[in-house]
């Protein structure tokens, strides 16, 4: 039997799990789906039980497709920010609170007025939103006390899977910085946040370094999921973490750029660089400080890409969504840049970075009698891009220098997309090739853990891309011009969307 390496990464909406060799060549991905539950409106909630048997399916297909693959070690990604309370007998006190959630709204602006937004920032690296571990814990101590008064224990999604697979409780820092109760600089959770919000800190689970080894499969996991017990497990990191490993991002002189539902810039970092302002989120990275290795990262936020193009789709044309969105392509090609100076600002459901504003509205503005749907689409492919560089603006001015692009989501898979990218930013683009990212992220951690491979050479070996797009400095001047109108047309209108 030849050694692999097991990812298991917990999304949002499905656990994808990926099977890997010892260097890297993946030869099996399988997934399993569950719902975000929203009994009202401004919840988001999941099952934690429901994760554990999504993992098991999904590792049973992955196994089932390379039957002779001998498993060498497991590593964990997961969604970031959740909440998971046990009681004393470790089981769930009330369904995991999950990232989308909005209800702790008054619990954010406590967090903020009560610490202070810079001290805040000083320590994390973030601000707080709804959603986020800190925020929720909050709304638990005060709107369900007798509850609260039973936890023992606070969990990140990951990490909750991680206890049913090994019995063990650890974290580690990529993963905890999204709680925003963990010390950026010390890598560790922070005693005056802890204090302030009446958490012990034998509440939490240790942090320890991501690719260590955490626990051994118990035997009840391992019949779960077709495994044989005592295989290592991995700690593991953040989704946003074990992305960037398996986008082979893990130098500062490179950017990551998801286009999916959402977007996210990612520029790795070797220091903490925090925004005073809070318009981004410095987090811990999966790989642990010093020689030269970027043990941090800072991300900028879009809460619609994709969407914006999808929700264009959904009005304009019938077709399958593949054969839609290429044929949407398409015709965005035929339109000259600059949409016939059509502009549209893709805040269909608030903004981010750099604005951190949730009424920010979707505009498209400057419409004639003159232009068509492939003038709209164009408009919604360059809006999305320019959000996307006015983020970008922020990590700029904080330091990065980045000499290349690696785009990934769905964006990727549009050379028109690509050229537009490399003409906004000036960079080169280069599209990702590498399927299920994050999984592929813990598969490396996995191989870490044991002593396989340095994550930093496997991320850089294992990763693959197609061929790269170059920027036109003709274009690259036109848009910044467009960037200049983008963003004078939100300034303006800023007082009108909250009306």
Known sequence: ????????????????????????????????????????????????????????????????RAPHAQVAA??????????????????????????????????????????????????????????FQAATVRWFQQHAPELWQQVKMILLPKDYLRYRLTGVFATDPSDAAGALLLDETRRDWSDELLAWLGIRRDQLPPVQPSASISGYLHAEAARALGLPAGIPVATGAADTACSVLGAGVVESD????????????????????????????????????????????????????????????????????????????????????????????????????????????????????????????????????????????????????PQQIVLAGGGARSRFWQQVTADVFGLPVQPLRTVEQSAVGACILAGAAIGAHDPVEAARTWVHYGSPTQPDDDRHAFYQERLAAFQALYQRNAGYFGA
């Open 1 to 64: 039997m030849s050694m692999h390496l097991l990812g298991i990464d917990l999304g949002t909406s499905a656990v994808k799990a990926v099977l890997s060799t010892i260097d890297g060549a993946v030869v099996a991905t399988a997934f399993a789906e569950y719902p975000i539950e929203q009994p009202q409106p401004e919840l988001a909630e999941q099952t934690p039980d429901l994760w554990c048997r999504a993992a098991s399916g999904a590792v049973r297909e992955v196994l089932a």
């Open 74 to 131: 497991i590593g964990l990604s997961g969604q970031m920010h959740g909440t998971v309370l046990l009681d004393a007998a470790h089981q769930p006190l009330a369904p995991a609170v999950i990232w989308p959630d909005r209800r702790s709204v008054m619990q954010v602006k406590e967090i903020i007025d009560g610490i202070g937004a810079e001290r805040l920032y000083a320590i994390t690296g973030s601000p707080v939103a709804t959603g």
């Open 254 to 401: 490179q950017l990551l750029l998801t286009i999916s539902t959402g977007g996210q810039l990612v520029q790795p970092c070797e220091t903490v660089r925090i925004d005073a302002r809070g318009r981004i989120h410095t987090f811990c990275s999966a790989l642990e400080p010093g020689e030269g290795r970027a043990g941090w990262y800072q991300m900028g936020a879009m809460l619609a890409a994709g969407m914006a193009l999808r929700w264009l789709r959904q009005q304009l044309f019938e077709e399958p969504e593949q054969i839609a969105y290429d044929r949407m392509m398409a015709l965005a090609a035929q339109e000259a840049p600059g949409a016939g100076g059509l502009l549209f600002l893709p805040y269909l459901v608030g903004e981010r970075t750099p604005y951190m504003d949730p009424t920010a509205r979707g505009v498209f503005f400057g419409l004639t009698l003159s232009h068509t749907r492939n003038s709209l689409i164009r408009a919604v492919v360059e809006g999305v891009t320019l959000a996307a560089y006015n983020a970008y603006g922020v990590l700029r001015e904080l330091g990065a220098a």
